[in-house]
């Protein structure tokens, strides 16, 4: 079954780190690019992060430029998304979501089910 | 950057038309992508490319665009669709991808 699945959610202090992960099966992860995107409570859809199927090009929103890293481990199927200097505006559900081709330059087809950060004190 | 303006909510009564609109300066220059997203789920991708259906997808779900508006159509609604709906849209000049605000769907 081709899926996403989400991890490594939870409630973190202002300032401090956390890293989500995204376990990928059913289709050959390394031919897509992928993408996080969040969505804050009662709020809309907001694009974080994307990384080539190669994993050699990343591109991150300006809201989270400098602080989040995106990388991608594809002998393990596996996305993650590196969070310092968490801010309370990052609360939020982080989906990871994947594109149809190799380039992060298109739309998403596939989506997890997603991981609720919580950033407070 | 790049803005997509959605209007909040769009109402429809069951078996009629309902249009979202998704306006961008020159979006019909790019390929527009739309999503729905029920309460508590993921969003799902229901036309992708301005007009392309995913399988799976009803045809009632159609989309148009050109000039400085993009249109989701949705036919013969029914209270499944009941949703809310996002635009989305690759910004080629800054590699970003970018959503709209999102539009309620009420079917009454």
């Known amino acids: 079954e081709v899926q996403l699945l989400e991890s490594g959610g939870g409630l973190v202090q202002p300032g401090g780190s956390l890293r989500l992960s995204c376990a990928a099966s059913g289709f050959t992860f390394s031919s897509y690019a992928m993408s996080w995107v969040r969505q804050a409570p009662g709020k809309g859809l907001e694009w974080v992060s994307a990384?080539?199927?190669?994993?050699?090009?990343?591109y991150y929103a300006d809201s989270v430029k400098g602080r989040f890293t995106i990388s991608r481990d594809n002998s393990k199927n596996t996305l993650y998304l590196q969070m310092n200097s968490l801010r309370a505006e990052d609360t939020a559900v982080y989906y990871c979501a994947k594109e149809p081709g190799i380039a992060a330059r298109w739309y998403f087809d596939l989506w997890g089910r997603g991981t609720l950060v919580t950033v407070s004190s | 950057s790049y803005v997509l303006t959605q209007p909040p909510s769009v109402s429809v009564a069951p078996g009629q038309t309902a249009r979202i609109t998704c306006g961008g300066n020159n979006i019909g220059s790019k390929s527009v992508h739309w999503y729905q997203q029920k309460p508590g789920q993921a969003p799902v991708l229901v036309v992708y490319d301005d007009s392309d259906r995913p399988s799976g997808i009803p045809e009632r779900f159609s989309g148009s665009n050109s000039g400085n508006t993009a249109t989701l159509t949705i036919s013969r609604v029914e209270a499944g669709d009941e949703a809310d709906y996002y635009c989305?849209?690759?910004?080629?000049?800054?590699?970003?991808?970018?959503f709209g605000g999102g539009t309620k769907l009420t079917v009454l």
């Open positions: 989305q849209v690759w910004d080629s000049s800054s590699d970003h991808k970018v």
């Open positions: 990384i080539s199927g190669s994993g050699g090009s990343t």
